[in-house]
């Protein structure tokens, strides 16, 4: 069986290797592909493999962009640390979804699957993953589960962060999280449209096309211009937010909750 690891962190696509070899043998890593654009060009050169193992952050964007490009009917076992996009995995031929960090046991788990379904080339989407679809499918009527940590990737390590203590995020081509003693950390370059549709909106409002802030961190808001306010954040975070004339009542609708 082949195999292509598509995952920005070379430590951990180094990892996965060296437990496949481990636990499958079988299983020939063809290449380790760091981005959209280097799968992209791989894919235009190369015969899709028998499996795919694909983180869904990736340096220059999510990789469901890669499907808007490439073809592939092969499966893919997604590794990634986030929650949120497994329905869009399911949608283009994911069989597993395993969240970081992977475990051994779930990996052979994984390989396993895939497996089995090449025995059966027949077969259709497998009914756990079609109960799957069907549950968020059928979700709208639940009470949403927004996003409560994200990891941040600092000197070459993870570090979680936890949603409640991010005090404002603010877009200049990457974003960056400031925390609320005014600690600045650099997350990634995830769309702030994005980030916004995980975040409970109770707690975190999109003020302008740069910055999404958390009502613990406002001090206090001030009118200025033509109806535009200015959100004065909490000491230490010397931030002036201005808000524009069409947002102002949303915000002023939001802080009096």
């Known amino acids: 069986m082949t195999t292509l690891?598509?995952?920005?962190?070379?430590?951990?696509?180094?990892e996965m290797k060296a437990v496949l070899q481990a636990i499958a043998p079988d299983v020939e890593v063809l290449a380790v592909?760091?981005?959209?654009?280097?799968?992209?060009?791989?894919?235009g050169a190369n015969a899709e493999p028998d499996l795919l193992f694909m983180d869904i952050k990736l340096s220059d964007g999510l990789s469901f962009e890669i499907f808007e490009s490439v073809s592939l009917?092969?499966?893919?076992?997604?590794?990634t640390a986030y929650e949120e996009y497994a329905i869009r995995a399911f949608k283009v031929n994911g069989v597993d979804y395993l969240l970081k960090p992977v475990q051994e046991e779930d990996l052979k788990k994984a390989v396993a699957?895939?497996?089995?379904?090449?025995?059966?080339?027949?077969a259709a989407i497998p009914t756990d993953?079609?109960?799957l679809m069907d549950y968020f499918a059928n979700a709208g009527n639940a009470k949403p589960?927004?996003?409560?940590?994200?990891?941040?990737?600092?000197?070459?390590?993870?570090?979680?962060?936890e949603a409640k203590e991010i005090a404002v995020i603010y877009r200049e081509n990457l974003n960056f999280f400031y925390k609320f003693n005014g600690d600045k950390l650099i997350y990634d370059y995830t769309p702030l449209e994005e980030i916004e549709e995980v975040l409970n909106p109770e707690i975190f409002f999109r003020a302008n096309r740069q910055t999404?802030?958390?009502?613990?961190?406002?001090?206090s808001v001030k009118p200025y211009g033509n109806q535009k306010l200015m959100v004065?954040?909490?000491?230490?975070l010397k931030m002036e937010i201005d808000v524009s004339r069409e947002k102002a009542p949303l915000l002023k609708k939001w802080l009096d909750k």
């Open 5 to 14: 690891i598509i995952e920005d962190e070379l430590l951990i696509a180094d």
């Open 33 to 43: 592909l760091p981005s959209i654009k280097a799968a992209i060009k791989w894919f």
């Open 73 to 79: 009917k092969c499966p893919i076992i997604f590794c």
């Open 113 to 122: 699957k895939v497996r089995s379904f090449q025995k059966n080339t027949a």
């Open 129 to 131: 993953i079609k109960l």
């Open 145 to 161: 589960r927004y996003k409560e940590r994200f990891i941040i990737n600092t000197n070459n390590k993870w570090m979680p962060l």
């Open 212 to 219: 999404i802030i958390n009502i613990n961190s406002v001090q």
């Open 232 to 236: 004065h954040l909490k000491p230490p």
